[in-house]
């Protein structure tokens, strides 16, 4: 539906994007994707990432490197539903993509991802890419010339 781009921090790398999103629609949902390397030096972590899974009776949110403000531990689940709200720690769970797509390139099968969702998930990236708005933020420096990107909140 829409993507955008912006160099919000490297104005010395005029062609450099360090930050891009896209929404997405489709027969059977809607979804975004967001994509930045600000990280405030106030998380303690390099990264942050985050998925969320909207539904009509519920949500789903993971947090892959950290529980903001709780703990520094990371591959966490929340789940909300008609019933309760659940947290459930999944530091401890097996994670088999990572083996299971060596051996699909290994034995040319395609066990851990399906060829045809791989390939589609390559051209709305490209897509996404190719169509993208390029987005300017003012005072892309930051506050004092510190080089953090500007608060969302100013």
Same mark, same amino acid.
């Given at each position: 539906?829409?993507?955008?781009?912006?160099?919000? $921090?490297?104005?010395?790398?005029?062609?450099?994007?360090?930050?891009?999103?896209?929404?997405?629609?489709?027969?059977?949902?809607?979804?975004?994707?967001?994509?930045?390397?600000?990280?405030?030096?106030?998380?303690? =972590?390099?990264?942050?990432?985050?998925?969320?899974?909207?539904?009509?009776?519920?949500? =789903?949110?993971?947090?892959?490197?950290?529980?903001? /403000?709780? @703990?520094?531990?990371? #591959?966490?689940?929340?789940?909300?539903?008609?019933?309760?709200?659940?947290?459930?720690?999944?530091?401890?769970?097996?994670?088999?993509?990572?083996?299971?797509?060596?051996?699909?390139?290994?034995?040319?099968?395609?066990?851990?991802?399906?060829?045809?969702?791989?390939?589609? /998930?390559?051209?709305?990236?490209?897509?996404?890419?190719? #169509?993208?708005? $390029?987005?300017? =933020?003012? #005072?892309?420096?930051?506050? @004092?010339?510190?080089?953090?990107?500007?608060?969302?909140?100013?």
């Amino acid at each position: 539906m829409s993507s955008q781009v912006a160099n919000v $921090r490297h104005p010395d790398r005029p062609h450099f994007q360090d930050f891009g999103d896209m929404t997405l629609s489709g027969d059977k949902g809607f979804g975004y994707v967001r994509l930045d390397w600000f990280t405030p030096d106030g998380l303690g =972590i390099w990264g942050d990432g985050r998925l969320f899974i909207l539904g009509t009776d519920g949500y =789903i949110e993971i947090r892959k490197y950290t529980n903001v /403000a709780v @703990s520094k531990g990371g #591959n966490n689940l929340f789940l909300v539903d008609g019933k309760s709200a659940r947290y459930i720690d999944c530091a401890n769970g097996r994670l088999p993509f990572g083996p299971q797509f060596v051996a699909d390139v290994v034995n040319r099968t395609h066990t851990a991802q399906d060829q045809e969702q791989c390939l589609l /998930a390559a051209e709305l990236s490209i897509r996404a890419q190719v #169509n993208a708005r $390029r987005v300017t =933020i003012a #005072n892309s420096r930051g506050p @004092s010339g510190t080089g953090r990107a500007p608060s969302p909140c100013r």
